[in-house]
């Protein structure tokens, strides 16, 4: 006010021109109506200029005026966006490693300005929150946007990708580990290394023994942590979710409403918006499968399944020359190994989630120059002297190491769902051969003796249990009333492999005995003493007994209805020719012997292996099928004949010592205790449920193709 007044005081004074006239006077500030058009306002008292043209009523009064809708609602989004802003501030205080920590350390929070836009829940991803041609908003989180640099062009135009040298940037450039995943790998531990490598040891040694696809070498000496970033975060996330046992008494709905499992199946969904292509997250959605299946979360497993076969396709596995285009070149013969293992699990994975539908695979049949995981060992210890490669054509005498067994029962099963498919489908289109049969007797026969015969093969390597290789050597053997030469198998197609003559006969007690002699081999013979059951080596025999399981079930009724269930099926009902009766006597015995004697006896010795919580952390999903399959057929027995042992049926194979009852008993105590690990025990014997006196006197053993017997 003092200078004010002196102002004024000296615009008054007299000069010599004489005195100088006092402007005319002006307000503080615009007038409202200018305010509010934002036009410039003379601030001319007591109307400015503007309002006297437009002849409205000028007002200087400071008193606002009341908000419009748009004032409201954009003073909302500013409260939002600082309300965002706060909680990011506080969960980088409560959940980020020390400043000291290690910069290499993937899991360090960026604390950029762009970043500090993000909410908790929203990662930023590509440090920008700005709008652009290659971005697009996350659903369900409206205040973040995704920014990807996926190269359109490896899949619009290939050939521009080659010339242009396009390449996949790798995804710590893409996005940054979210709070949630960090919070997740990092809590109830002070220091978040201690616990991702407890959840790697943990992996190592459970899951790790009979699914080996993860290189334990190449993560020990930090080669997958030259390029880290949320994929290998992804993976630590997933190799937690796989290894953590169900809650007792979780249902479906519980196992759904796991913080891991969403956090899983939220984060690969960042990774695919991002962009991100790389090894360690198809290796991850891998464990999301497996996950899905062995807790029985269907269709969801189905659905991974599918996309981790489009995810190997994309990345050009198994050959690490098309591989090299996406993933980047191969250092490492660990590396390459690494990469032929991953296409292996997700073709064994799409062949077992097809064992009970039969429907049409994803995954390609391998092509005869692919060759089979080398010894697990050597891969595990980065031994090449010890990583002797063999072809998917090497005969299965030659031994193997576990995966390769695992690979090649899954060859297997997937030759026995291909017979199935075209059994029926010939039946219902009649596409007989000259015998009048839907099926080739020759290859069918061939199919049966490279299965038992490789059932054999496996306990006698992996197995070495007296009492169980004893049981699985009577499972309706050998075709043929002498022992021929054991056949040079192989795996790719029918025309590849040498056919035996057709089995027209009973199987003779000689023709019982092993394919081969293995007494000759201190690699191969089993121990003078019972050895207690390693659970994690059952995988490749499982799937064998599953694919026998499926053989059997198509050709043992003793009516020809192929061709549909219920009063359908006797509409069409043809007599059976001599190659069909002679397969329905074969295979009433096989699932005789399979289900009273070797599941049941396995089973025995599984319940032992499980009982301490570290047995039953090495139990595969992949097991379960042929449990399923034994108890089912086991309820069809039981409906058809009672509770009479196997042994007392003459001429119907061996089996073991007790009754169908006890048997059933026996393998639904042995999946009640496989539930505790995996909820798909749990999903299969509600499904045993079906095969009551009731529903068993229309349906089939197995109850696969819904075929009455």
Not at 208 to 235: C, N, Q, V, Y
Not at 299 to 320: D, I, K, N, Q, S
Not at 409 to 419: G, W
């Amino acid at each position: 006010m003092h200078s004010l007044t002196s102002i004024m005081a000296l615009n008054l004074q007299p000069r010599e021109e004489g005195l100088v006239s006092l402007p005319a006077p002006k307000a503080n500030q615009a007038c409202i109506s200018c305010r509010k058009q934002k036009r410039k306002c003379d601030k001319s008292v007591p109307t400015c200029g503007l309002c006297a043209r437009m002849s409205r009523q000028c007002d200087y009064s400071d008193s606002p005026s009341a908000p419009t809708a748009n004032d409201v609602a954009a003073l909302q989004a500013r409260l939002a966006e600082l309300e965002n802003r706060l909680k990011e501030v506080t969960s980088r205080s409560s959940s980020s490693p020390s400043s000291s920590s290690n910069n290499n350390n993937i899991f360090t929070q960026e604390t950029t300005t762009n970043n500090a836009t993000s909410s908790q829940s929203t990662p930023v991803i590509n440090g920008t929150n700005s709008h652009s041609s290659d971005s697009f908003y996350l659903p369900g989180t409206p205040t973040s946007v995704i920014k990807t640099h996926f190269p359109p062009s490896l899949l619009l135009d290939i050939d521009i990708y080659k010339w242009a040298s396009h390449s996949i940037p790798p995804s710590s450039s893409t996005l940054t580990v979210p709070p949630f995943v960090y919070s997740l790998l990092t809590q109830d531990s002070q220091d978040p290394n201690n616990t991702i490598q407890e959840i790697a040891t943990t992996y190592f040694s459970t899951v790790h023994l009979w699914f080996p696809f993860i290189s334990r070498k190449r993560m020990t000496l930090g080669h997958t942590l030259h390029e880290s970033g949320p994929d290998l975060a992804m993976l630590f996330l997933a190799m937690k979710l796989v290894v953590t046992l169900p809650r007792e008494g979780m249902d479906r709905g519980g196992v759904l409403d796991s913080e891991v499992y969403g956090a899983a199946k939220r984060m690969l969904g960042l990774l695919e918006a991002s962009g991100c292509v790389s090894l360690l997250g198809l290796q991850a959605m891998v464990l999301v499968a497996v996950y899905e299946y062995g807790q029985g979360i269907m269709p969801a497993a189905w659905m991974t399944v599918g996309a981790c076969a489009r995810y190997a396709e994309l990345c050009g596995l198994p050959g690490f020359k098309e591989s090299s285009a996406v993933l980047g070149p191969v250092a490492t013969w660990t590396e390459s190994e690494e990469r032929r293992r991953v296409w292996w699990a997700i073709y064994t994975l799409d062949r077992v989630i097809c064992l009970g539908n039969k429907k049409r695979f994803v995954m390609p049949e391998p092509e005869k120059h692919y060759l089979l995981p080398v010894d697990d060992d050597a891969w595990d210890n980065g031994d090449p002297g010890r990583a002797l490669s063999a072809g998917i054509t090497t005969p299965l005498e030659q031994p193997q190491g576990r995966f390769a067994r695992l690979v090649q029962s899954s060859m297997l099963v997937s030759r026995t769902i291909t017979h199935a498919r075209t059994t029926l489908r010939n039946q219902q289109l009649g596409g007989f051969d000259h015998n009048g049969d839907p099926f080739d007797i020759n290859e069918l026969d061939d199919l049966i003796n490279t299965l038992t015969s490789f059932s054999t093969l496996i306990q006698q390597e992996l197995l070495p249990s007296l009492s169980l290789a004893r049981t699985t050597q009577q499972s309706t053997g050998s075709t043929s009333s002498s022992n021929p030469s054991p056949p040079n198998w192989h795996f790719l197609t029918s025309t590849s492999i040498p056919l035996n003559p057709p089995y027209h006969h009973q199987p003779s007690p000689s023709s019982l005995s092993p394919p081969f002699d293995f007494s000759s081999s201190s690699s191969l013979s089993p121990s003078l003493q019972p050895q207690p059951l390693n659970p994690s080596f059952l995988p490749p025999l499982s799937l064998t007994h599953s694919a026998l399981f499926l053989l059997y079930d198509i050709h043992c009724c003793p009516e020809n209805l192929l061709d549909g269930p219920g009063a359908a099926g006797f509409e069409n009902l043809q007599p059976k020719t001599a190659n069909q009766l002679s397969l329905q006597v074969r295979s009433v015995a096989g699932l005789r012997s399979l289900s009273s004697g070797v599941v049941r006896d396995l089973c025995m010795e599984l319940l032992d292996a499980v009982m301490l919580p570290q047995g039953l952390a090495v139990v595969s999903p992949l097991c379960l099928d042929s449990l399923y399959s034994g108890l089912a057929t086991l309820r069809w027995l039981w409906t058809e004949g009672g509770d009479t042992p196997p042994d007392n049926r003459a001429g119907e194979g061996g089996g073991g010592g007790v009754g169908v009852t006890q048997a059933m008993e026996d393998v639904s105590k042995c999946l009640g205790r496989l539930g505790s690990r995996w909820r798909l025990a749990e999903e299969y014997l509600g499904l045993v449920g079906y095969h009551d006196v009731g529903v068993a006197m229309a349906w089939k053993p197995g109850g696969r193709l819904g075929v009455p017997c």
